[in-house]
């Protein structure tokens, strides 16, 4: 069975206020994913203030092994207002880039985000930060766009915020989670009862987090073997289709690859 990692950091931040704007190193994270049996995983880069020098630089990384990476456009909601359709346009002609990513710590998603996601027919990764109502305005908004939520709503393991996501989850057919960094094993499984394994993602929030411990979770939820391959794989494929199609014919046209560096086409 194939296994995907929807949700992983990679290269290097100018913040300098922690991990997540420092460094995002891969070598102990591949040996993980490699132990662990993860095929592929989707790359982003860590908060920087230049998300067009660091897609670019999660770009190269792609590039080098195209058939173990994906990448999404991360983008900042107010910084970027004014060139967003250079940002992902470039992300998604030029990379091959399969989705986008931003954070609340940023700022507030907006129309311009989410019409970008349309043109492209991209899946948004939006982190919340525990501030669940904004997903019922861009899911009614944009009932058209499919958003993932990390987290169950929350890294900060606000379980409030957490149970209130769940209701969001299982209402809107096209909001998704992820399991990232989810501590309590109790409501992921609520989660899988509520809204079901087709709206939940496999992800590690990689290289920060273990992703052989974040694997390990989902072995422990006593899945059936249709729910952990949703989870592990055919949602993030399915969610992709569109965008992972166009990658493929964007390396087709690129001269002098050869077939043995292909990205993968998964079904």
């Not at 993860?38 to 908060?47: E, N, T």
Request: proline fraction near 4%; hydrophobic fraction near 40%; glycine fraction near 8%.
């Amino acid at each position: 069975m194939v296994i995907i990692d929807s949700h992983c950091h990679a290269g290097t931040g100018d913040g300098l206020t922690g991990a997540w704007d420092t460094r995002a190193p891969l070598l102990d994270y591949e040996q993980q994913c490699r132990r662990s049996k993860i095929r592929f995983s989707v790359l982003f880069a860590c908060f920087h203030s230049d998300y067009l020098v660091a897609n670019r630089s999660v770009a190269a990384l792609v590039r080098r092994q195209p058939d173990r990476y994906f990448g999404y456009a991360f983008v900042h909601p107010l910084r970027d207002k004014s060139r967003m359709q250079e940002l992902v346009g470039e992300a998604v002609e030029d990379h091959g880039f399969v989705g986008i990513k931003l954070h609340q710590y940023d700022g507030q998603i907006s129309r311009e985000v989410c019409e970008m996601a349309r043109k492209y027919s991209l899946p948004v990764l939006y982190d919340v930060m525990g501030r669940i109502w904004a997903v019922d305005v861009v899911a009614n908004e944009y009932p058209d766009i499919n958003f993932i939520i990390p987290h169950l709503g929350s890294f900060a393991d606000d379980w409030r915020a957490q149970e209130d996501f769940l209701f969001r989850l299982a209402s809107f057919p096209n909001v998704h989670t992820d399991t990232s960094g989810v501590r309590r094993l109790d409501l992921l499984q609520k989660a899988v009862r509520m809204a079901g394994a087709n709206k939940i993602l496999f992800g590690t929030d990689g290289p920060f987090l273990d992703a052989e411990y974040e694997l390990m979770k989902l072995r422990l939820l006593r899945l059936s073997g249709e729910e952990f391959g949703q989870m592990v794989s055919g949602n993030w494929l399915r969610l992709t289709a569109v965008a992972r199609s166009r990658r493929a014919s964007l390396a087709g046209r690129s001269a002098g690859i050869a077939a043995a560096t292909q990205p993968p086409v998964l079904r």
